[in-house]
């Protein structure tokens, strides 16, 4: 059983909005902080958001602040990532994960382009 | 942020030889907790990344022993005691003390 499934990766234009899902199974999810990586084609992994298990924390990477918003449901196991004003540099397979990476999602491909 | 490098960044190694990855710090990953948050994680081909180590030295759950970390203040490194043709792939290590939580640059594992 997959652990974390991601959806809702696509080709946005840039300037436009997404929203990931990410669905959790098979572990107490609400007893995890969870997190958003991505990584972009052919780099390296970039942690781009955090947040704490009620969701009352949240932490954001520079790059993505005033931008890019995370939250969670944990009566539907569930944790999204809202990403508006996109750039071409967003450009990447992003990843949702237990902070700490034990669980990790297969990823989604978001791709920024005109 | 904390930097994290990594080293070396290609390791062309012979089926059956040990391999090692070092990786160091800008700051000591040492929580005020106590605890030392530095893993290691796997990333096949086409694959999600893997937690092969977490806490600088534990195993995860299905990690042949194989694979040992080991290290302390700034400077850490990861083992693979005889290189399987599964292990190709690329090795990062990641603190998640501070945040952002940051990784290395990776290290490719390929053979000979």
């Known amino acids: 059983e997959v652990p974390l499934v991601e959806s809702g990766g696509g080709l946005v234009q840039p300037g436009g909005s997404l929203r990931l899902s990410c669905a959790a199974s098979g572990f107490t999810f609400s007893t995890y902080w969870m997190t958003w990586v991505r990584q972009a084609p052919g780099k390296g992994l970039e942690s781009v958001a955090n947040i704490v298990r009620d969701g009352s924390g949240k932490y954001y990477v520079d790059s993505v602040k005033g931008r890019f918003t995370v939250s969670r449901d944990n009566a539907k196991n569930s944790l999204y990532l809202q990403m508006t004003y996109l750039r071409a540099e967003d450009t990447a397979v992003y990843y949702c994960?237990?902070?700490?990476?034990?669980?990790w999602g297969q990823g989604t491909l978001v791709t920024v382009s005109s | 942020d904390v930097v994290m490098t990594q080293s070396p960044l290609s390791l062309p190694v012979t089926l059956g030889q040990p391999a090692s990855i070092s990786c160091r710090s800008s700051?000591?990953?040492?929580?005020?907790?106590?605890?030392?948050?530095l893993n290691w994680f796997q990333q096949r081909p086409g694959q999600s990344p893997r937690r092969l180590i977490y806490?600088?030295?534990n195993r995860d759950s299905g990690v042949p022993d194989r694979f040992s970390g080991s290290g302390s203040g700034t400077d850490f490194t990861l083992k693979i005691s005889r290189v399987e043709a599964e292990d190709v792939g690329v090795y990062y290590c990641m603190q998640s003390t501070h945040w952002p939580h940051t990784f290395g640059q990776g290290t490719k594992l390929d053979l000979k």
């Open positions: 994960a237990t902070a700490g990476g034990r669980y």
């Open positions: 700051q000591s990953p040492v929580h005020s907790d106590g605890n030392t948050y």
């Open positions: 806490q600088v030295s």
